[in-house]
């Protein structure tokens, strides 16, 4: 039986997590590590179909993240009709475009020449989903008042972080791609004034010839200090 008890007129539940021995909890993190550090942002989708539960879920756990006031201000819009998903893939490359050719400056395109990435956006159409998550700037409540919702950007990095966890988690693969600016998935989608566009991500598996650059992480000395 669950305990639960009033704090301050509030309700609670007793919360209890199994400990593991040190030894074991080192092979862990280490083994967890390792399994992480496979996961590769990837370009080269095939078209091969996922189930929508398998979706569902992937969804359901991002939506463990935890968020600001516990307000959960994110909305994730899961496409796979060919048509919509064409015309998010035009409405990115005319964006991208924009951005290779005119907004980004010389450095930025010099930094991105290791990956050879450029306006063109096929993935867009070839993976079986993409998924768009949506930054809630306010709730709508029932009466249709503003209600606030809080630190709505680092909830939403959060369960996006573990949004791409649990799809490496299933076998798959996803791309974070970030077309600025990208008001066009709002309308496309017709979500409502309080959603704004915070990330579009395409998930399926890995096509038969999939090449990735040839990068590597910052060392733990380089991202980490211990006080």
Same mark, same amino acid.
């Given at each position: 039986m669950v305990k639960t008890k009033l704090i301050g007129g509030f309700p609670f539940v007793q919360y209890t997590k199994e400990t593991v021995p040190e030894t074991e909890m080192i092979q862990k993190s280490c083994e967890f590590f390792n399994w992480m550090d496979k996961r590769r /942002? %990837?370009?080269? #989708?095939?078209?091969?179909?996922? +189930?929508?539960?398998? %979706?569902?879920?992937? %969804?359901?756990?991002?939506? /463990? @993240? +935890?968020?600001?006031?516990?307000?959960?201000?994110? %909305? #994730?819009? @899961?496409?796979?009709?060919? @048509?919509?998903?064409?015309?998010?893939?035009?409405? @990115?490359?005319?964006?991208?475009?924009?951005?290779?050719?005119?907004r980004m400056p010389e450095e930025w395109l010099a930094d991105l020449r290791p990956l050879q990435t450029d306006w063109k956006k096929p993935f867009l159409e070839t993976a079986p989903w993409l998924i768009v998550v949506f930054r809630k700037s306010y709730e709508l409540k029932p009466d249709g008042s503003r209600g606030q919702v809080y630190y709505a950007n680092e909830s939403c990095g959060l369960a996006c972080g573990i949004l791409l966890t649990a799809i490496h988690h299933a076998g798959l693969c996803a791309l974070t791609h970030t077309p600025s600016p990208m008001q066009f998935l709002k309308e496309i989608l017709q979500r409502p004034d309080n959603e704004k566009p915070f990330l579009l991500i395409p998930v399926g598996y890995a096509a038969a010839a999939c090449w990735v650059p040839d990068i590597h992480r910052k060392l733990l000395s380089e991202i980490c200090t211990f006080y």
């Open positions: /942002t %990837i370009r080269d #989708f095939s078209d091969r179909q996922v +189930p929508q539960t398998v %979706i569902e879920q992937l %969804i359901l756990t991002a939506s /463990t @993240a +935890p968020s600001g006031a516990h307000k959960q201000p994110w %909305i #994730f819009c @899961a496409v796979s009709d060919p @048509a919509i998903k064409k015309q998010i893939r035009e409405a @990115a490359e005319q964006e991208e475009y924009e951005s290779y050719h005119q």
